[in-house]
């Protein structure tokens, strides 16, 4: 099985990369009972014997003895990463892992791409090979970073030509967060457009989020909560904006915005994490979500907005959910669909469904449930199993109905098992991918370096 590092820059991103490990390892404590070192967990931790000097990795098969998150922290200021250090998830990361500075890049892009790059850039070439070398099959980069601020933008940016230089075979895929516009850094639409154009030049796919997005759907989910209306009501402390159970204490503010782009990561990385006969692999999301080299900008969207431990009403049908994948009340940037055009799509979902549930006569009616029990039963929504080539039919007027609804009157293009669509005029979709199925989909009031 393939490996993957992540890559967590400034404040944002350090926050947002703990989450994920947060979510990641409760995930596995909740699949693997036996508490063995198995595939899945070695695609983004290390089995450590820390009883040894030189922590000496483990195969898989073993035991589980000491794990290590496969992660780079980079950040000027100390503050995020002396948090980390200190809290539950200090184990899983060592010296060797870590790089920073006190005096931060005064949300400035040119302190961070250019004073604070070249200052270190040896030694972030230096950790980022170490984390390289202890994968045996290295797949993809994931890259966290803020846009708004200096470190996150500027050396966020850095980090990726880095990237692209030492290791140009292996996938890179970006989680950027950019500002709202009630945003009180002044700085920040100007560090945004900097950073752009980096963005533009050396990532293999990029996953924006907007942190107006975030609020909303925060808003909304608590407004869920205390609804009065049958069928509608959630647990206050839903499990998409809520750490509750996890390895985290009291919550923060930026927290539950965290959580929405920790679960979509989470999601996204599922189908490289556990075994599938429908699984997709990580570079599938570029090789056919990227129609041109540097237009690789994605709509991420996360649908439902709960897991099944937070409602006990009936599990949402699949049309119903790859119709919510299309609304903007669910698209993580704001990005109106009857105003857009859309070149690719794929709705990801993750549950233990059987491909008969996927089937063209059961698409509209068949119920996709997560996992009964346990303290966290997986997402229905973004992540991890795909429609094969006949499925498309039945994800198409799925599409058909949304685009309708939001107020798209012409018709869609019939799918083609070449790919090609036309591309005339309207919010049509042009194509859907040929063997994909996505469903899903993907941070904060102010701007976080």
């Known amino acids: 099985m393939t490996q993957s590092v992540v890559v967590q820059v400034g404040q944002c ?20 009972k036996k508490g063995l070192y198995d595939e899945a967990l070695g695609s983004f931790f290390r089995n450590v014997d820390s009883s040894k000097c030189d922590g000496e990795a483990h195969s898989v098969g073993g035991r589980i003895q000491h794990l290590k998150a496969r992660a780079v922290l980079v950040d000027m200021e100390e503050g995020v990463v002396n948090e980390i250090l200190q809290g539950p998830l200090r184990e899983m990361f060592d010296s060797t892992q870590l790089l920073t500075d006190v005096s931060g890049s005064g949300n400035n892009w040119a302190v961070g791409h250019m004073t604070y790059g070249s200052a270190y850039r040896e030694q972030i070439v230096d950790t980022l090979r170490k984390a390289a070398e202890h994968c045996d099959c290295l797949q993809c980069f994931f890259l966290i970073h803020s846009m708004g601020g200096g470190t996150g933008s500027g050396l966020g940016t850095k980090v990726l030509s880095l990237l692209e230089e030492e290791f140009p075979e292996v996938c890179r895929i970006v989680t950027s967060i950019y500002p709202s516009a ?3 850094v002044v700085t920040s639409p100007y560090n945004s457009i900097l950073a752009m154009r980096e963005l533009t030049e050396h990532a293999d796919c990029v996953l924006p989020v907007e942190n107006q997005s975030l609020v909303d759907i925060v808003k909304k989910i608590k407004h869920m909560s205390h609804s009065g209306k049958p069928g509608t009501v959630i647990r206050r402390e839903s499990a998409i904006i809520s750490g509750q159970g996890g390895l985290v204490g009291a919550e923060k503010p930026f ?36 129609p041109f080299p540097r237009l690789h900008y994605l709509v991420p969207s996360l649908t439902p907005l709960y897991t099944l431990a937070d409602v006990s009403v009936p599990s949402r049908r699949l049309d ?28 990801m979902t993750e549950a233990f469904a059987a491909l008969c549930v996927l089937e063209p006569g059961r698409l509209e009616d068949g119920p996709v449930r997560g996992a ?29 109905q949304a685009l309708q609804e939001e107020g798209a009157l012409t018709p869609l293009p019939a799918c083609r098992r070449d790919g090609a669509g036309p591309l005339l005029g309207g919010p049509q979709l042009a194509q859907l991918p040929d063997r994909r199925v996505p469903a899903a989909g993907c941070h904060q009031g102010k701007t976080r370096a």
């Open 182 to 184: 009630e945003d009180d």
């Open 372 to 400: 009964p029990g346990g303290p966290l039963p997986l997402p229905v929504g973004p992540g991890q199993q795909h429609l094969c080539e006949k499925h498309l039919h039945g994800a198409e007027r799925a599409l058909q």
């Open 320 to 347: 119903q959910m790859f119709s919510d994948a299309f609304s903007k009340e669910h698209q993580l940037i704001r990005a109106d669909p009857k105003h857009s055009l859309y070149l690719a799509c794929a709705l």
């Open 255 to 290: 927290d539950a915005m965290n959580n929405i782009v920790a679960n979509l990561l989470l999601n996204i990385t599922s189908s490289a994490r556990f075994e599938g006969s429908l699984n997709m692999d990580l570079n599938e999301i570029a090789m056919n979500l990227v």
């Open 13 to 32: 991103g350090n926050q947002v990369g703990c989450r994920f490990w947060d979510l990641a390892l409760r995930e596995h404590a909740h699949v693997n």
